[in-house]
């Protein structure tokens, strides 16, 4: 079966640092986008970040650019978020997922085309 599994949330402080785990198995996770996501208590779900591999298209959105990095270990077949210095404006459920393509529309927001698959999420919590 597809499935996705994110690992490595937790507790951090302000101007801390967290890397974020996508595994992903029944699937090959470089044959699909692979796109981060995260929500906050009260708030709309929001695109953090993406990467495709048919069109080899990196996204990142404003409020991260610069600190979080988005990386590929195809012989792990595991997707990674590196988050650096994190602020209470990212604590958050962070959900990785994979479709057959990611695109940025005109709000910023990340949209599918085909299948998507999600995993279950992973808690961020930024505080002092």
């Known amino acids: 079966q597809v499935q996705l599994v994110e690992s490595g949330g937790g507790l951090v402080q302000p101007g801390g640092s967290l890397r974020l785990s996508c595994a992903g198995s029944?699937?090959?996770?470089?044959?699909?986008?692979i796109g981060w996501f995260r929500q906050a208590p009260g708030k709309e779900r929001e695109g953090v970040s993406c990467i495709n591999t048919r069109d080899d298209m990196t996204y990142y959105a404003d409020s991260v650019k610069g600190r979080f990095t988005l990386s590929r270990d195809n012989a792990k077949n595991t997707v990674y978020l590196q988050m650096n210095s994190l602020t209470p404006e990212d604590t958050g459920v962070y959900y990785c997922?994979?479709?057959?393509?990611?695109?940025?529309?005109?709000?910023?927001?990340?949209?599918?085309?085909?299948?998507?698959?999600w995993g279950q999420g992973t808690q961020v919590t930024v505080s002092s």
């Open positions: 997922a994979a479709a057959d393509l990611w695109t940025v529309v005109a709000s910023g927001a990340l949209r599918s085309l085909g299948n998507e698959y």
């Open positions: 029944g699937f090959t996770l470089d044959d699909y986008g």
